[in-house]
Protein backbone atom coordinates (compact mmCIF):
# COMPACT_ATOMS: atom_id res chain seq x y z
CA UNK A 1 0.00 0.00 0.00
CA UNK A 2 1.15 3.63 -0.99
CA UNK A 3 1.32 6.51 1.92
CA UNK A 4 -2.15 7.83 1.20
CA UNK A 5 -3.80 4.40 2.14
CA UNK A 6 -1.58 4.29 4.78
CA UNK A 7 -3.15 7.59 5.90
CA UNK A 8 -6.99 6.77 5.04
CA UNK A 9 -6.87 3.52 6.70
CA UNK A 10 -4.89 4.96 10.02
CA UNK A 11 -8.10 7.94 10.29
CA UNK A 12 -10.64 4.82 9.28
CA UNK A 13 -9.58 2.17 11.87
CA UNK A 14 -8.98 5.17 14.43
CA UNK A 15 -13.02 6.20 13.99
CA UNK A 16 -11.99 9.22 12.22
CA UNK A 17 -14.39 8.14 9.13
CA UNK A 18 -15.70 11.86 8.30
CA UNK A 19 -13.67 13.37 5.89
CA UNK A 20 -14.74 17.28 4.52
CA UNK A 21 -12.55 17.89 1.50
CA UNK A 22 -11.65 20.38 -1.29
CA UNK A 23 -8.46 18.67 -2.68
CA UNK A 24 -6.31 19.88 -5.51
CA UNK A 25 -3.17 18.05 -7.51
CA UNK A 26 -1.29 17.19 -4.72
CA UNK A 27 -4.04 15.69 -2.76
CA UNK A 28 -4.83 13.01 -5.97
CA UNK A 29 -2.84 10.05 -3.85
CA UNK A 30 -5.43 10.73 -0.74
CA UNK A 31 -8.42 11.22 -2.98
CA UNK A 32 -7.78 7.79 -4.99
CA UNK A 33 -7.19 5.81 -1.83
CA UNK A 34 -10.87 6.81 -0.78
CA UNK A 35 -11.84 3.87 -3.66
CA UNK A 36 -9.87 1.39 -2.14
CA UNK A 37 -10.78 1.98 1.61
CA UNK A 38 -13.81 1.37 2.68
CA UNK A 39 -15.40 3.45 5.60
CA UNK A 40 -14.51 7.33 4.88
CA UNK A 41 -17.45 9.52 4.12
CA UNK A 42 -15.91 11.98 2.45
CA UNK A 43 -18.05 15.87 1.99
CA UNK A 44 -17.21 18.05 -0.87
CA UNK A 45 -17.10 21.75 0.01
CA UNK A 46 -16.64 24.23 -2.71
CA UNK A 47 -14.76 26.64 -0.51
CA UNK A 48 -12.65 25.48 1.88
CA UNK A 49 -14.30 27.82 4.87
CA UNK A 50 -17.27 25.56 4.13
CA UNK A 51 -15.05 22.46 4.92
CA UNK A 52 -13.26 23.88 7.90
CA UNK A 53 -16.63 25.38 9.63
CA UNK A 54 -18.06 21.53 8.49
CA UNK A 55 -16.18 19.99 10.95
CA UNK A 56 -15.83 21.98 13.62
CA UNK A 57 -19.89 21.55 13.85
CA UNK A 58 -19.32 17.95 13.06
CA UNK A 59 -17.29 17.56 16.00
CA UNK A 60 -19.86 19.42 17.96
CA UNK A 61 -22.53 17.24 17.66
CA UNK A 62 -20.26 14.03 17.17
CA UNK A 63 -18.02 14.22 19.80
CA UNK A 64 -15.64 12.91 17.76
CA UNK A 65 -12.90 14.60 15.43
CA UNK A 66 -13.88 14.83 11.56
CA UNK A 67 -10.75 15.15 8.91
CA UNK A 68 -9.99 17.95 6.61
CA UNK A 69 -8.49 17.44 3.34
CA UNK A 70 -6.99 21.07 2.03
CA UNK A 71 -4.73 21.98 -0.78
CA UNK A 72 -1.66 23.64 0.10
CA UNK A 73 -1.12 26.77 1.82
CA UNK A 74 -3.58 28.69 0.04
CA UNK A 75 -6.46 26.29 0.93
CA UNK A 76 -5.49 26.36 4.02
CA UNK A 77 -5.44 29.70 4.02
CA UNK A 78 -8.97 30.08 2.72
CA UNK A 79 -10.29 27.44 5.72
CA UNK A 80 -8.54 29.62 8.43
CA UNK A 81 -11.19 31.81 9.86
CA UNK A 82 -13.80 28.87 10.66
CA UNK A 83 -10.77 27.03 11.96
CA UNK A 84 -10.24 29.78 14.29
CA UNK A 85 -13.90 29.51 14.98
CA UNK A 86 -13.39 25.89 15.58
CA UNK A 87 -10.14 26.12 18.00
CA UNK A 88 -12.48 28.52 19.79
CA UNK A 89 -14.97 25.97 20.34
CA UNK A 90 -11.98 23.66 21.45
CA UNK A 91 -13.30 21.22 18.08
CA UNK A 92 -11.01 18.56 17.55
CA UNK A 93 -10.05 18.53 13.85
CA UNK A 94 -7.49 16.37 11.88
CA UNK A 95 -6.49 18.49 8.85
CA UNK A 96 -4.02 16.69 5.92
CA UNK A 97 -2.72 19.43 3.62
CA UNK A 98 -1.13 18.37 0.42
CA UNK A 99 2.14 19.47 -0.20
CA UNK A 100 4.33 19.45 -3.36
CA UNK A 101 6.62 16.57 -3.24
CA UNK A 102 9.53 17.04 -1.03
CA UNK A 103 12.22 16.93 -4.15
CA UNK A 104 9.58 20.06 -5.79
CA UNK A 105 9.50 22.54 -2.86
CA UNK A 106 13.32 23.71 -3.78
CA UNK A 107 11.65 25.09 -7.47
CA UNK A 108 9.24 27.62 -6.02
CA UNK A 109 6.51 26.49 -8.31
CA UNK A 110 3.59 28.61 -8.17
CA UNK A 111 1.57 27.17 -5.38
CA UNK A 112 4.55 27.32 -3.22
CA UNK A 113 4.33 28.70 0.55
CA UNK A 114 5.06 28.01 4.38
CA UNK A 115 2.55 25.93 4.91
CA UNK A 116 3.00 26.11 8.83
CA UNK A 117 3.43 29.18 8.90
CA UNK A 118 0.16 29.72 7.69
CA UNK A 119 -1.42 26.42 9.80
CA UNK A 120 0.36 27.66 13.39
CA UNK A 121 -2.21 30.50 14.44
CA UNK A 122 -5.19 28.10 14.63
CA UNK A 123 -3.73 24.71 15.20
CA UNK A 124 -2.99 23.39 18.58
CA UNK A 125 -0.18 21.14 16.91
CA UNK A 126 1.48 21.35 13.00
CA UNK A 127 3.98 18.35 11.55
CA UNK A 128 5.31 17.78 8.21
CA UNK A 129 5.63 13.94 7.31
CA UNK A 130 9.00 13.18 6.30
CA UNK A 131 8.65 9.89 4.63
CA UNK A 132 5.97 7.70 2.94
CA UNK A 133 6.82 4.92 5.43
CA UNK A 134 6.45 7.47 9.01
CA UNK A 135 2.84 9.00 7.23
CA UNK A 136 0.91 6.50 9.26
CA UNK A 137 3.13 6.97 12.09
CA UNK A 138 2.17 11.20 12.02
CA UNK A 139 -1.49 10.38 11.23
CA UNK A 140 -2.12 8.62 14.42
CA UNK A 141 0.05 11.28 16.61
CA UNK A 142 -2.29 13.87 15.14
CA UNK A 143 -5.78 11.99 15.59
CA UNK A 144 -4.51 11.24 19.27
CA UNK A 145 -3.98 14.69 19.44
CA UNK A 146 -7.14 15.93 18.05
CA UNK A 147 -8.80 13.74 20.53
CA UNK A 148 -6.94 15.31 23.51
CA UNK A 149 -9.53 17.30 26.26
CA UNK A 150 -10.87 19.62 25.19
CA UNK A 151 -10.78 19.18 21.52
CA UNK A 152 -7.55 20.26 19.52
CA UNK A 153 -6.98 21.29 16.24
CA UNK A 154 -3.86 18.81 14.59
CA UNK A 155 -2.51 20.02 11.05
CA UNK A 156 -0.47 17.46 9.16
CA UNK A 157 1.38 18.44 6.04
CA UNK A 158 1.60 15.41 3.38
CA UNK A 159 4.06 16.24 0.49
CA UNK A 160 2.71 14.15 -2.78
CA UNK A 161 5.49 11.83 -2.79
CA UNK A 162 5.09 10.60 0.91
CA UNK A 163 1.45 9.63 -0.19
CA UNK A 164 2.87 7.56 -3.65
CA UNK A 165 5.58 5.94 -2.06
CA UNK A 166 5.35 2.51 -0.28
CA UNK A 167 4.67 2.65 3.21
CA UNK A 168 4.83 -0.08 5.54
CA UNK A 169 0.57 0.16 6.79
CA UNK A 170 -1.62 1.66 8.87
CA UNK A 171 -0.43 2.70 12.16
CA UNK A 172 -2.53 2.38 15.74
CA UNK A 173 -3.87 5.29 17.61
CA UNK A 174 -3.42 5.42 21.14
CA UNK A 175 -6.85 5.81 23.32
CA UNK A 176 -7.22 8.84 24.47
CA UNK A 177 -6.15 9.94 27.89
CA UNK A 178 -8.81 10.97 30.22
CA UNK A 179 -9.63 14.36 31.75
CA UNK A 180 -7.43 15.83 34.38
CA UNK A 181 -9.66 16.07 37.88
CA UNK A 182 -9.42 19.34 39.60
CA UNK A 183 -7.81 19.74 42.94
CA UNK A 184 -9.60 19.13 46.33
CA UNK A 185 -8.49 22.71 47.21
CA UNK A 186 -10.34 23.90 44.22
CA UNK A 187 -13.30 21.64 45.08
CA UNK A 188 -13.29 23.55 49.21
CA UNK A 189 -12.54 27.05 47.54
CA UNK A 190 -15.38 27.04 45.47
CA UNK A 191 -17.73 25.81 47.91
CA UNK A 192 -16.41 28.06 50.29
CA UNK A 193 -17.14 31.13 47.87
CA UNK A 194 -20.61 29.73 46.88
CA UNK A 195 -21.74 29.49 50.45
CA UNK A 196 -20.29 33.07 51.50
CA UNK A 197 -21.77 34.60 48.27
CA UNK A 198 -25.64 33.25 48.35
CA UNK A 199 -27.26 35.47 45.97
CA UNK A 200 -24.45 37.46 44.88
CA UNK A 201 -22.43 34.04 44.02
CA UNK A 202 -22.56 33.45 40.25
CA UNK A 203 -21.45 30.34 39.26
CA UNK A 204 -20.20 30.20 35.06
CA UNK A 205 -20.09 27.57 32.99
CA UNK A 206 -18.37 27.00 29.63
CA UNK A 207 -17.04 23.93 27.57
CA UNK A 208 -19.09 20.28 28.26
CA UNK A 209 -20.57 22.16 31.43
CA UNK A 210 -22.90 23.42 29.52
CA UNK A 211 -24.39 19.74 28.75
CA UNK A 212 -25.63 16.72 30.27
CA UNK A 213 -24.93 15.46 34.16
CA UNK A 214 -22.70 18.76 34.62
CA UNK A 215 -25.67 21.02 33.48
CA UNK A 216 -27.75 18.87 35.74
CA UNK A 217 -25.34 19.23 38.94
CA UNK A 218 -24.75 23.26 38.65
CA UNK A 219 -28.61 23.34 38.58
CA UNK A 220 -28.59 21.41 42.31
CA UNK A 221 -26.19 23.86 43.21
CA UNK A 222 -28.16 26.43 42.61
CA UNK A 223 -31.09 24.99 43.91
CA UNK A 224 -28.83 24.51 47.55
CA UNK A 225 -26.58 27.90 47.60
CA UNK A 226 -29.32 30.11 45.69
CA UNK A 227 -26.18 31.34 43.32
CA UNK A 228 -27.08 32.62 39.58
CA UNK A 229 -25.91 30.19 36.63
CA UNK A 230 -24.80 31.13 33.32
CA UNK A 231 -22.74 30.03 30.45
CA UNK A 232 -20.70 32.16 28.87
CA UNK A 233 -21.63 34.83 25.75
CA UNK A 234 -20.73 31.98 23.04
CA UNK A 235 -21.21 28.36 24.35
CA UNK A 236 -20.00 25.56 21.71
CA UNK A 237 -23.03 23.48 22.37
CA UNK A 238 -25.69 24.33 25.15
CA UNK A 239 -28.33 21.86 26.11
CA UNK A 240 -31.56 23.69 26.56
CA UNK A 241 -35.53 23.33 26.39
CA UNK A 242 -38.34 22.26 28.74
CA UNK A 243 -37.14 19.97 31.46
CA UNK A 244 -33.30 21.12 31.59
CA UNK A 245 -31.41 23.61 33.61
CA UNK A 246 -32.01 27.12 31.85
CA UNK A 247 -28.40 28.48 31.35
CA UNK A 248 -28.83 32.27 30.37
CA UNK A 249 -25.56 33.72 28.16
CA UNK A 250 -23.38 36.59 29.42
CA UNK A 251 -24.82 39.75 27.38
CA UNK A 252 -22.69 40.93 24.18
CA UNK A 253 -23.30 44.40 24.78
CA UNK A 254 -21.00 45.87 27.38
CA UNK A 255 -23.64 47.93 29.64
CA UNK A 256 -26.26 45.18 29.36
CA UNK A 257 -23.68 42.53 30.63
CA UNK A 258 -22.11 44.99 33.64
CA UNK A 259 -25.76 45.63 34.39
CA UNK A 260 -26.25 42.06 34.55
CA UNK A 261 -23.23 41.33 36.47
CA UNK A 262 -23.16 44.12 39.06
CA UNK A 263 -24.06 42.71 42.22
CA UNK A 264 -22.06 39.65 41.46
CA UNK A 265 -20.06 39.46 44.63
CA UNK A 266 -18.13 35.76 43.84
CA UNK A 267 -17.73 34.32 40.44
CA UNK A 268 -17.12 30.69 40.38
CA UNK A 269 -15.60 29.37 37.06
CA UNK A 270 -16.47 25.74 35.61
CA UNK A 271 -14.65 25.24 32.50
CA UNK A 272 -15.30 28.94 31.75
CA UNK A 273 -13.08 31.95 32.08
CA UNK A 274 -13.47 36.06 33.64
CA UNK A 275 -16.17 37.58 31.46
CA UNK A 276 -14.50 40.26 29.37
CA UNK A 277 -15.95 42.51 26.36
CA UNK A 278 -15.79 41.55 23.16
CA UNK A 279 -13.47 44.32 22.10
CA UNK A 280 -12.30 47.44 23.81
CA UNK A 281 -14.50 50.36 23.85
CA UNK A 282 -13.51 53.78 25.07
CA UNK A 283 -13.66 55.00 28.85
CA UNK A 284 -15.56 51.44 29.14
CA UNK A 285 -13.45 48.55 30.57
CA UNK A 286 -12.72 45.08 29.58
CA UNK A 287 -13.48 42.70 32.63
CA UNK A 288 -17.24 43.36 32.93
CA UNK A 289 -17.41 42.18 36.29
CA UNK A 290 -17.30 44.32 39.35
CA UNK A 291 -14.41 45.50 40.21
CA UNK A 292 -14.21 43.97 43.89
CA UNK A 293 -15.72 40.54 43.24
CA UNK A 294 -13.79 37.69 44.11
CA UNK A 295 -13.07 34.62 41.48
CA UNK A 296 -12.71 31.12 42.54
CA UNK A 297 -11.52 28.81 39.14
CA UNK A 298 -13.60 25.22 40.28
CA UNK A 299 -12.20 23.41 37.29
CA UNK A 300 -10.65 24.62 33.86
CA UNK A 301 -11.98 23.67 30.35
CA UNK A 302 -9.53 21.05 29.91
CA UNK A 303 -10.43 19.12 33.14
CA UNK A 304 -13.40 16.69 33.77
CA UNK A 305 -15.92 19.61 34.51
CA UNK A 306 -18.87 17.16 35.15
CA UNK A 307 -16.76 15.52 38.20
CA UNK A 308 -15.46 18.88 39.23
CA UNK A 309 -19.48 19.85 39.73
CA UNK A 310 -20.13 16.41 41.36
CA UNK A 311 -17.27 17.28 44.03
CA UNK A 312 -18.40 20.82 44.52
CA UNK A 313 -21.98 19.06 44.53
CA UNK A 314 -21.23 16.61 47.46
CA UNK A 315 -18.80 19.23 49.21
CA UNK A 316 -22.01 21.57 50.00
CA UNK A 317 -24.48 18.59 50.26
CA UNK A 318 -26.36 19.01 47.48
CA UNK A 319 -26.60 16.12 45.23
CA UNK A 320 -29.84 15.18 46.16
CA UNK A 321 -31.41 18.52 45.93
CA UNK A 322 -33.94 19.01 42.74
CA UNK A 323 -31.79 21.47 40.41
CA UNK A 324 -33.63 24.58 40.19
CA UNK A 325 -34.43 26.58 37.14
CA UNK A 326 -35.72 23.98 35.23
CA UNK A 327 -37.29 25.15 32.24
CA UNK A 328 -41.02 24.50 32.26
CA UNK A 329 -42.30 22.87 28.88
CA UNK A 330 -44.10 26.24 27.18
CA UNK A 331 -45.07 26.63 23.24
CA UNK A 332 -45.45 30.47 22.88
CA UNK A 333 -48.64 32.13 20.70
CA UNK A 334 -47.57 33.39 17.60
CA UNK A 335 -48.38 36.71 16.75
CA UNK A 336 -49.14 37.91 13.62
CA UNK A 337 -48.33 41.01 11.11
CA UNK A 338 -45.18 42.14 10.52
CA UNK A 339 -41.76 40.08 11.38
CA UNK A 340 -40.16 41.48 14.83
CA UNK A 341 -37.83 39.46 16.67
CA UNK A 342 -40.10 38.31 18.96
CA UNK A 343 -41.94 36.95 16.46
CA UNK A 344 -39.35 34.97 14.98
CA UNK A 345 -38.57 33.86 18.11
CA UNK A 346 -42.18 32.98 18.86
CA UNK A 347 -42.32 30.58 15.99
CA UNK A 348 -39.30 29.04 16.90
CA UNK A 349 -40.59 28.29 20.63
CA UNK A 350 -43.53 26.99 19.49
CA UNK A 351 -42.49 24.46 16.21
CA UNK A 352 -38.87 23.55 17.08
CA UNK A 353 -38.93 19.71 17.12
CA UNK A 354 -37.73 17.17 19.72
CA UNK A 355 -33.78 16.93 19.61
CA UNK A 356 -33.26 19.96 17.00
CA UNK A 357 -29.61 21.24 16.45
CA UNK A 358 -30.07 24.96 16.20
CA UNK A 359 -27.08 26.64 14.90
CA UNK A 360 -26.79 30.64 16.06
CA UNK A 361 -25.55 33.04 13.35
CA UNK A 362 -28.36 35.62 13.53
CA UNK A 363 -26.14 38.33 14.97
CA UNK A 364 -28.19 41.22 15.93
CA UNK A 365 -31.75 39.73 15.31
CA UNK A 366 -31.35 36.62 17.32
CA UNK A 367 -30.19 38.92 20.48
CA UNK A 368 -33.99 38.68 21.77
CA UNK A 369 -34.34 34.77 20.37
CA UNK A 370 -33.25 33.00 24.54
CA UNK A 371 -36.89 33.79 26.77
CA UNK A 372 -39.55 32.51 24.37
CA UNK A 373 -37.50 29.36 23.07
CA UNK A 374 -36.19 28.23 26.96
CA UNK A 375 -39.38 26.43 27.21
CA UNK A 376 -39.42 24.23 23.85
CA UNK A 377 -38.39 21.24 23.24
CA UNK A 378 -35.22 20.38 24.07
CA UNK A 379 -32.27 21.28 21.57
CA UNK A 380 -28.90 21.67 21.37
CA UNK A 381 -27.66 25.53 20.53
CA UNK A 382 -24.40 25.99 19.09
CA UNK A 383 -22.65 29.53 19.00
CA UNK A 384 -20.19 31.49 16.67
CA UNK A 385 -17.32 30.84 19.16
CA UNK A 386 -14.39 33.12 17.61
CA UNK A 387 -16.49 35.75 16.06
CA UNK A 388 -15.14 34.92 12.27
CA UNK A 389 -18.63 35.42 10.64
CA UNK A 390 -19.11 32.85 8.06
CA UNK A 391 -19.60 29.84 10.53
CA UNK A 392 -23.42 29.23 10.47
CA UNK A 393 -23.66 27.71 6.92
CA UNK A 394 -21.10 25.56 7.57
CA UNK A 395 -21.42 24.46 10.77
CA UNK A 396 -24.78 23.20 9.71
CA UNK A 397 -23.00 20.93 7.03
CA UNK A 398 -21.27 18.90 9.59
CA UNK A 399 -23.82 18.93 12.78
CA UNK A 400 -26.54 17.51 9.77
CA UNK A 401 -23.50 14.66 8.53
CA UNK A 402 -22.89 13.68 12.29
CA UNK A 403 -27.24 13.56 12.97
CA UNK A 404 -28.86 13.00 9.53
CA UNK A 405 -31.78 11.83 12.71
CA UNK A 406 -31.80 15.35 13.59
CA UNK A 407 -33.54 18.47 12.59
CA UNK A 408 -30.78 21.42 11.88
CA UNK A 409 -32.21 24.64 12.22
CA UNK A 410 -30.06 27.62 11.21
CA UNK A 411 -30.26 31.05 12.58
CA UNK A 412 -28.28 33.50 10.01
CA UNK A 413 -27.83 37.35 9.18
CA UNK A 414 -27.69 37.99 5.82
CA UNK A 415 -24.76 39.14 5.88
CA UNK A 416 -22.86 35.96 7.72
CA UNK A 417 -24.35 33.98 5.14
CA UNK A 418 -22.35 35.36 2.06
CA UNK A 419 -19.35 34.48 3.27
CA UNK A 420 -19.76 30.80 2.82
CA UNK A 421 -22.56 30.37 0.91
CA UNK A 422 -21.39 27.69 -1.33
CA UNK A 423 -22.49 25.86 1.80
CA UNK A 424 -25.72 25.46 0.33
CA UNK A 425 -25.06 23.39 -2.90
CA UNK A 426 -23.60 20.60 -0.51
CA UNK A 427 -26.36 20.51 1.73
CA UNK A 428 -28.41 19.94 -1.57
CA UNK A 429 -25.99 17.23 -2.80
CA UNK A 430 -25.98 15.53 0.32
CA UNK A 431 -29.67 16.39 0.88
CA UNK A 432 -28.88 16.97 4.46
CA UNK A 433 -32.12 18.22 6.66
CA UNK A 434 -31.55 21.50 7.35
CA UNK A 435 -33.70 25.09 7.73
CA UNK A 436 -32.41 28.27 7.14
CA UNK A 437 -34.00 31.24 8.23
CA UNK A 438 -31.69 33.97 6.66
CA UNK A 439 -32.63 37.61 8.16
CA UNK A 440 -32.68 39.62 5.56
CA UNK A 441 -31.95 43.26 6.83
CA UNK A 442 -29.86 44.07 3.98
CA UNK A 443 -27.43 45.45 6.51
CA UNK A 444 -24.53 45.26 8.83
CA UNK A 445 -26.11 45.67 11.43
CA UNK A 446 -24.54 45.27 14.41
CA UNK A 447 -21.84 47.43 12.82
CA UNK A 448 -23.93 50.66 13.41
CA UNK A 449 -24.09 50.29 17.21
CA UNK A 450 -20.55 49.41 16.96
CA UNK A 451 -19.44 52.71 15.17
CA UNK A 452 -21.54 54.76 18.02
CA UNK A 453 -19.65 52.47 20.67
CA UNK A 454 -16.29 52.90 19.41
CA UNK A 455 -17.16 56.73 19.93
CA UNK A 456 -16.97 57.24 15.81
CA UNK A 457 -19.92 59.62 15.87
CA UNK A 458 -22.98 59.15 13.35
CA UNK A 459 -22.21 57.18 9.70
CA UNK A 460 -22.57 59.70 7.10
CA UNK A 461 -23.31 58.44 3.24
CA UNK A 462 -19.82 56.62 3.27
CA UNK A 463 -19.71 55.00 6.13
CA UNK A 464 -23.41 53.86 5.80
CA UNK A 465 -22.17 52.22 1.98
CA UNK A 466 -19.84 50.52 4.28
CA UNK A 467 -22.47 49.22 6.99
CA UNK A 468 -25.53 48.25 4.36
CA UNK A 469 -25.87 45.45 2.13
CA UNK A 470 -28.18 46.73 -0.39
CA UNK A 471 -28.27 47.92 -3.89
CA UNK A 472 -28.51 45.85 -5.17
CA UNK A 473 -30.82 43.48 -2.41
CA UNK A 474 -29.95 39.95 -2.23
CA UNK A 475 -32.16 37.51 -3.68
CA UNK A 476 -31.90 34.64 -1.11
CA UNK A 477 -34.16 32.66 -2.89
CA UNK A 478 -32.57 32.78 -6.37
CA UNK A 479 -29.17 32.27 -4.53
CA UNK A 480 -30.65 29.11 -3.16
CA UNK A 481 -32.05 27.88 -6.19
CA UNK A 482 -29.46 28.27 -7.89
CA UNK A 483 -27.20 26.07 -5.42
CA UNK A 484 -30.30 23.27 -5.72
CA UNK A 485 -31.77 24.17 -2.36
CA UNK A 486 -36.17 24.73 -2.24
CA UNK A 487 -36.56 28.27 -0.61
CA UNK A 488 -39.31 31.01 -0.48
CA UNK A 489 -39.60 34.38 1.32
CA UNK A 490 -41.63 35.52 4.34
CA UNK A 491 -42.63 39.04 4.17
CA UNK A 492 -45.08 38.81 7.87
CA UNK A 493 -45.46 36.26 10.80
CA UNK A 494 -48.05 34.20 8.99
CA UNK A 495 -45.75 33.67 5.94
CA UNK A 496 -43.02 32.70 8.00
CA UNK A 497 -44.64 30.20 10.21
CA UNK A 498 -46.19 28.56 7.37
CA UNK A 499 -43.07 28.21 5.92
CA UNK A 500 -40.90 26.89 8.59
CA UNK A 501 -43.73 24.00 9.57
CA UNK A 502 -43.72 23.44 5.95
CA UNK A 503 -39.91 23.25 6.52
CA UNK A 504 -39.75 21.59 9.40
CA UNK A 505 -42.13 18.74 7.88
CA UNK A 506 -39.81 17.65 4.72
CA UNK A 507 -36.42 16.42 4.54
CA UNK A 508 -33.57 17.73 2.98
CA UNK A 509 -32.15 21.50 2.82
CA UNK A 510 -34.92 24.43 2.99
CA UNK A 511 -34.31 28.03 3.08
CA UNK A 512 -36.01 31.04 4.21
CA UNK A 513 -35.48 34.35 3.30
CA UNK A 514 -37.23 36.39 6.24
CA UNK A 515 -37.89 39.67 4.82
CA UNK A 516 -36.73 42.41 7.59
C1 LIG B 1 -14.42 37.19 9.23
C2 LIG B 1 -15.09 38.43 9.71
N1 LIG B 1 -15.16 39.50 8.90
C3 LIG B 1 -15.79 40.61 9.32
C4 LIG B 1 -16.35 40.69 10.56
C5 LIG B 1 -16.98 41.99 11.06
N2 LIG B 1 -18.42 41.83 11.20
C6 LIG B 1 -18.97 41.48 12.38
S1 LIG B 1 -20.61 41.34 12.30
C7 LIG B 1 -20.62 41.80 10.68
C8 LIG B 1 -21.91 41.93 9.92
C9 LIG B 1 -22.92 40.88 10.22
O1 LIG B 1 -24.02 41.11 9.40
P1 LIG B 1 -25.28 40.16 9.45
O2 LIG B 1 -24.87 38.75 9.48
O3 LIG B 1 -26.19 40.56 8.36
O4 LIG B 1 -25.93 40.46 10.88
P2 LIG B 1 -26.58 41.82 11.42
O5 LIG B 1 -25.46 42.63 11.97
O6 LIG B 1 -27.26 42.51 10.28
O7 LIG B 1 -27.52 41.38 12.46
C10 LIG B 1 -19.34 42.02 10.21
C11 LIG B 1 -19.00 42.40 8.83
C12 LIG B 1 -16.25 39.54 11.38
N3 LIG B 1 -16.75 39.49 12.60
N4 LIG B 1 -15.64 38.43 10.91
Keep these: ?102 YHVKHDAPLTSDIEGVARPMSNWVKTSTSATTLANDVAEAVAVSREAPGKIATLIVPADNQWNEASGPAKVAAPPSRQRTSNEAVVASAKALREAGKSGLLVLGGVACTGRALELAGCIAAKTGCALSGEYANARLERGAGRVQL ?16 VRYL ?119 GAIGFGLPCSVGA ?47 LRGELAGVGAGEPGKKATDMLTIDRPDLDWVGLAKAQ ?9 LEELEKRFKYALASSGPYLIEVVL
Design 268 to 386: VLAGSVVPVAFFAYPNKPSVLTAPDCKVTTLASVEQDLEHALEALATELDALNTPPALLAAPSRPAVPTGPITQEGIAAILGAHMPENAIIVDEAITTGRGFAQLTAGAAPHDWLSIMG
Design 1 to 102: MNGAESLVRTLVDAGVDVCFTNPGTSEMHFVAALDRVEGMRCVLGLFEGVVTGAADGYYRIAGKPASTLLHLGPGLGNGLANLHNARRARSGIVNIIGEHAT
Design 248 to 263: PRIPYVVDVAMKALKD
Design 400 to 446: AVAAPDRKVITLEGDGSAMYTLQSLWTMARNQLDVTMLIFANRSYQI
Design 484 to 492: GVDASRAST
